[in-house]
């Protein structure tokens, strides 16, 4: 348990950042039904109490959406300043993660450029964020090293392994593709929208159309940059998993906001624990695990221990 303390703490303040973040954005049924989500869900409880990089991953994520979110709305220095802070922490957590978000962040290029200075702020978030990472990556010779390192896709046999990880996920699949259906008939064909629901969804339509692009950004960049000893399709769900929740938050919250007119935070935490069964079980029913006997790693150290080495081998 002692090792895993620190992920808990991530993953307690992860709650907190997506709840004021969806708040931020759509309100209050929304944050309700996203923390929903992260908090019952047995892929993220599972994430989220791993003894390594992955809570403090979807930390990061989470900080850096917020930051930018923040930038986009109200674009003042204190936001532009924490996602300088923020994608540079996360370059530290996790690398593909933060040049993805990099790249989708230009998505929101077109709001930043209505604001006030906004050359000037850019220009200090993009310095903080650089002074944080490319001197470190300049003097570890981060940039030659991830060069050489051969990329998965060099492996591939045709077009299914490049979507493979969508058929052996069709639950997950199935609701993206709804989703997705769902935002571009509200925003393609409006006059055949309710309008109720067509007032509520097209408010949230810059939200809506990023994080569908950054989940494309995303699954192409794992494919393609990933090296192939990495390549692990619980590390694309890790990366895919925060916008994916912020989606169904922003869903879900318009969805309640639309069906009813009182108690639309207890409708959203219900459509958002109902999703949960639907896409995976509840964390309560996967339980706890923590027999080392059973780890590869206690099987790897007593092989270790029944070998003789010399003193230089490492």
Not at 66 to 87: D, H, Q
Not at 224 to 246: E, K, N, Q, W
Not at 253 to 274: F, N, T, Y
Not at 279 to 301: C, E, K, M, S, W
């Amino acid at each position: 348990i002692a090792p895993r303390m620190p992920a808990l703490v991530f993953s307690f303040l992860t709650c907190v950042c997506l709840f004021y973040l969806l708040r931020h954005i759509a309100g209050r049924t929304a944050a309700l039904a996203g923390l929903t989500w992260f908090g019952l869900s047995g892929k993220t409880a599972w994430f989220g109490t791993q003894a390594r990089y992955y809570p403090l991953t979807l930390l990061m994520v989470t900080a850096v959406a917020y930051s930018f979110f923040r930038t986009v709305k109200w674009g003042n220095w204190a936001s532009f300043i924490c996602l300088g802070l923020a994608e540079g922490l996360l370059f530290h957590t996790h690398q593909l993660s933060a040049f993805v978000f990099a790249v989708a962040a230009v998505y929101g290029f077109p709001l930043i450029r209505q604001h006030a200075q906004w050359k000037r702020k850019c220009a200090v978030a993009a310095g903080i964020a650089g002074s944080m990472t490319i001197p470190w990556a300049l003097w570890s010779g981060f940039f030659e090293t991830a060069s050489l390192v051969p990329k998965v896709f060099y492996l591939f046999g045709g077009i299914y392994d490049w979507i493979e990880y969508g058929f052996e996920h069709p639950i997950s699949l199935l609701v993206f593709v709804v989703l997705g259906s769902v935002i571009v008939g509200l925003f393609l064909f409006p006059r055949y929208v309710p309008r109720p629901c067509q007032e509520a969804f097209s408010k949230h339509r810059f939200y809506y159309l990023f994080l569908c692009y950054w989940m494309g950004v995303i699954y192409l960049s794992f494919h393609t940059l990933v090296p192939a000893a990495s390549y692990f399709p619980d590390r694309l769900t890790l990366m895919l998993l925060m916008p994916f929740i912020m989606t169904l938050g922003l869903l879900v919250g318009d969805i309640s906001r639309v069906m009813v007119q009182r108690w639309e935070g207890m409708l959203a935490v219900g459509l958002s624990l109902l999703s949960v069964f639907l896409i995976h079980r509840p964390a309560l029913f996967y339980g706890f695990n923590f027999d080392v006997t059973q780890t590869g790693q206690h099987r790897l150290n007593t092989y270790l221990a029944q070998e003789e080495f010399s003193e230089d081998v490492r």
